[in-house]
């Protein structure tokens, strides 16, 4: 009500009610707090570091710039994804889990708000700052660090944004992934051990069914050959591209564990 000053009435309908509230405290939580900064510190120190240490290492040698620039690639590739894909299952193992433990997701929705706008807040108002903080900022910063300590020169832009989005689908992946296990499990242990069992299984997959590379987000950010890059690392180079189908089953799995998500939610009983 607008003649409250504690509280202001948001108008919703359906699976709507709710979720402008829900999305702004996800966001306050990421961007009104120090969250955002400490998590910027520990993704510029981890990627862009690691990256900046090895690319000095490397420009000492001489002719050593080609070197510099497919190792710098491949470096961003498997921390953007990989190991990103590990604190994207930490930020998102409590989103669900920890409302349903410390009884807040029941006194929420005993309100009248959509169980429906809960889950999708978790959802868009983490993937905000994850995209942001580990995707985007990182990003930049390696482009820049690839660019004028490899070749010299400043790598095509186009096909470096599209290298980010393509890890933004792996981490999407990962992100849906913990979400849905978050509405499956009652238990943390549950959802960030399967979480990170299913990221770090991915090669342990790929050797029993090679087809697999084509299905998860594995074949983003790893190269499937030894003399071949990954994904996103053919696009930095400009390499010939290997198969996309890993961003499109990235895509379409995310929307499935989303849509179990929301399915699952709806039957919780608290």
Not at 234 to 261: D, K
Request: with cysteine; aromatic share 12%; charged share 10%.
């Amino acid at each position: 009500m607008s003649g409250n000053s504690a509280f202001i009435l948001c108008q919703g309908r359906g699976w709507q009610r709710g979720l402008a509230n829900f999305l702004r405290a996800e966001l306050v939580g990421w961007f009104g707090t120090r969250t955002w900064l400490t998590h910027l510190l520990i993704w510029v120190g981890m990627i862009d570091g690691i990256l900046l240490v090895t690319l000095l290492s490397l420009r000492r040698e001489a002719g050593a710039a080609l070197e510099a620039t497919e190792t710098g690639a491949m470096l961003y590739s498997i921390f953007s994804g990989m190991f990103a894909a590990v604190g994207v299952v930490i930020i998102m193992q409590d989103a669900i889990v920890g409302e349903k433990l410390s009884g807040t997701a029941a006194w929420v929705l005993s309100k009248p708000v959509s169980r429906a706008s809960f889950v999708l807040s978790k959802l868009f108002g983490n993937m905000v700052g994850i995209l942001i903080m580990i995707i985007l900022v990182p990003g930049l910063i390696a482009y820049l660090l690839i660019s004028l300590l490899g070749r010299g020169a400043w790598l095509p832009f186009l096909p470096f944004l599209a290298a980010m989005a393509c890890l933004a689908v792996a981490q999407i992946f990962f992100q849906t992934l913990t979400l849905m296990l978050g509405t499956l499990f009652n238990g943390r242990g549950a959802v960030i051990g399967l979480g990170l069992a299913i990221l770090f299984g991915q090669q342990f997959m790929v050797q029993m069914a090679p087809f697999l590379w084509r299905v998860l987000p594995l074949g983003i950010f790893l190269n499937e050959q030894p003399d071949s890059p990954s994904l996103t690392a053919a696009l930095i180079l400009g390499q010939p591209l290997p198969s996309l189908q890993p961003v499109w089953w990235g895509i379409g799995l995310s929307i499935v564990f989303v849509m179990i998500s929301l399915w699952r939610f709806e039957r919780t009983e608290f």
